[in-house]
């Protein structure tokens, strides 16, 4: 049998490839049966050269499409310069970065990771080193409430407070300190704050769950819980941030201020990973040399191609895209509601869409859209996550969701 190095790159199949991931790559995902080589804006070729409308954008990491020319641009210009210098020197890359993200953000401090879990772990901690050196709770006895249904990445950490299985099982003994509650209900989240919270970690928008946009008024209450018992409200962006739901975090359309956010994803434009926490000065200023670090995080190519990054929301221009766009997608989503979908929620260009439960899985309808040139992926079952980059043109949106009215068939 001929191998695959013996073979020339243009005999190579999707089929060559996908058996090297299989052999080679631990399975810890499900991929679908395409293989991506290259890829411009909302779209993407594979290796036999077909185009696929990319209705997925990384799961928000690639919100300013793929290869945006000004990120690029950045990237290419810092390679060329210094890339990596740990925090053990000062670069010129850094304070500029900070600073301009914290006015975007209109926080006050900035603290740079590279992945979303890493932000998310990191605000873990300052929020527990704040509730013993600031808020004085006993030593051991911080709490930190979360709701269930969450998604906040893969760390041991993170997923010893995680309700799904799939996402807990055989990685304990877990870490303590949690108390989880249901999403959206905020008198079980009363009941559950003490004088031993020292935060709440919610997602504004739980985007892994399906995209469950939470009740009218809950944040707001969840603030003013927060406010009495002398809590820090965190609210995880990294997916439902910078611009996804049409402004720069999806709780400013609760008009209500966290105290500490964390941000991922689409802050590395789909080039590096690059990740933060954002927040008031006081808090993230509890955090002293060799308390806390990351070799890489905040090193001069992320902090580079970050600031490009900022440069583009800066402008307002992707912000209004998602709400302009999003207005459409919803608008022909709901549609399909009794015809075909179960039911469509989202905020912005992002959308969870609900198949009927006696009707196409949600990876049968990824399988049968990929064939109709659009890709997405399946959570939870019967549910798609459906978030294309905000750079797509409404032409092309309409394309892929004519494509999903066929596949539930009322196309």
Not at 272 to 295: C, F, I, K, M, N
Not at 375 to 385: D, M, S, V
Request: hydrophobic share 40%; with cysteine; aromatic share 6%.
């Amino acid at each position: 049998m001929t191998t695959f190095a013996e073979k020339s790159a243009e005999t190579h199949s999707a089929t060559d490839y996908i058996a090297l991931d299989e052999r080679w790559s631990t399975h810890n995902y499900h991929p679908l049966p395409v293989v991506i080589a290259e890829a411009e804006g909302a779209w993407v070729t594979d290796v036999r050269g077909e185009r696929y409308l990319d209705f997925l954008s990384g799961y928000s990491a690639l919100n300013f499409g793929h290869r945006h020319p000004d990120l690029v641009r950045a990237a290419v210009e810092q390679l060329g310069r210094v890339t990596l210098t740990s925090r053990a020197f000062h670069h010129d890359q850094l304070g500029l970065f900070c600073r301009e993200l914290a006015e975007l953000t209109g926080t006050e401090m900035v603290l740079p990771m590279n992945s979303g879990a890493e932000a998310v772990e990191s605000a873990i901690k300052v929020a527990r080193k704040w509730a013993y050196r600031v808020k004085g709770i006993a030593e051991e006895r911080a709490q930190i409430v979360v709701a269930d249904s969450n998604f906040h990445g893969r760390t041991t950490t993170i997923v010893s407070f995680s309700t799904d299985d799939q996402a807990r099982a055989d990685f304990g003994p877990f870490t303590p300190g949690f108390v989880v509650v249901p999403y959206g209900d905020a008198a079980a989240l009363e009941r559950a704050v003490t004088e031993n919270t020292a935060a709440v970690l919610l997602e504004p928008i739980q985007g892994e769950a399906g995209v469950i946009v939470p009740p009218d008024g809950y944040f707001a209450e969840v603030r003013r819980l927060c406010d009495r018992a002398g809590a820090l409200l965190i609210a995880d962006e990294i997916q439902s941030g910078l611009a996804r739901t049409g402004t720069i975090f999806a709780l400013d359309h609760e008009r209500v201020t966290a105290d500490l956010y964390t941000l991922g994803k689409a802050l590395g434009g789909g080039i590096v990973p690059v990740s933060a926490v954002v927040g008031r000065a006081d808090v993230l200023g509890v955090l002293r040399p060799g308390e806390h670090g990351s070799t890489f995080g905040g090193n001069p190519l992320a902090c580079a191609v970050g600031r490009a990054v900022i440069r583009l929301l800066s402008t307002g221009e992707f912000q209004q895209r998602s709400t302009s766009l999003g207005a459409r997608l919803h608008a022909r989503l709901s549609e399909l509601v009794g015809n075909g979908l179960a039911a469509v929620r989202g905020r912005g260009l992002w959308a969870g869409v609900d198949l009927p439960a006696d009707g196409l899985t949600g990876r049968e309808a990824s399988e049968a859209l990929m064939t109709r040139g659009v890709l997405c992926k399946e959570t939870h079952g019967h549910t798609l996550r459906l978030a294309p980059p905000l750079v797509i043109e409404e032409a092309d949106l309409d394309r892929g969701l004519d494509a999903l009215a066929e596949v539930v068939g009322r196309g």
